[in-house]
C-alpha cells in the first residue's frame, strides 16, 4: 500500500497510516480484554459506562 504510492508529503503518509491502522486492522481484530469480541461487536452489544470500560483504572 505504502510503496505504491507517490506521496506529497509526510502528512498524506500519516493519514493514509491511520486509515490503515483504525479501518483495516484494529477494527476487525478480535480482543482478549473485551471478552474475544471485535471493537465493533462490543461496542455495539455493550452500553458505555465508566464500570464497562476495560481500562478505566
Same mark, same amino acid.
Given at each position: 500500500?505504502?510503496? #505504491?504510492?507517490?506521496?506529497?508529503? /509526510? !502528512?498524506? /503518509? =500519516? %493519514? =493514509?497510516? $491511520? &486509515? $490503515?491502522? &483504525?479501518?483495516?486492522?484494529? !477494527?476487525?481484530?478480535?480482543? !482478549?480484554? #473485551?471478552?474475544? #469480541? *471485535?471493537?465493533? +461487536?462490543? +461496542? *455495539?452489544?455493550?452500553?458505555?459506562? #465508566?464500570? %464497562?470500560?476495560? /481500562?478505566?483504572?
Amino acid at each position: 500500500m505504502f510503496d #505504491l504510492h507517490a506521496w506529497m508529503n /509526510v !502528512r498524506h /503518509v =500519516a %493519514s =493514509a497510516a $491511520f &486509515e $490503515f491502522i &483504525e479501518g483495516y486492522y484494529n !477494527r476487525p481484530r478480535i480482543r !482478549r480484554g #473485551l471478552g474475544y #469480541l *471485535t471493537a465493533d +461487536e462490543y +461496542e *455495539t452489544q455493550t452500553p458505555f459506562t #465508566l464500570d %464497562s470500560c476495560p /481500562v478505566w483504572p
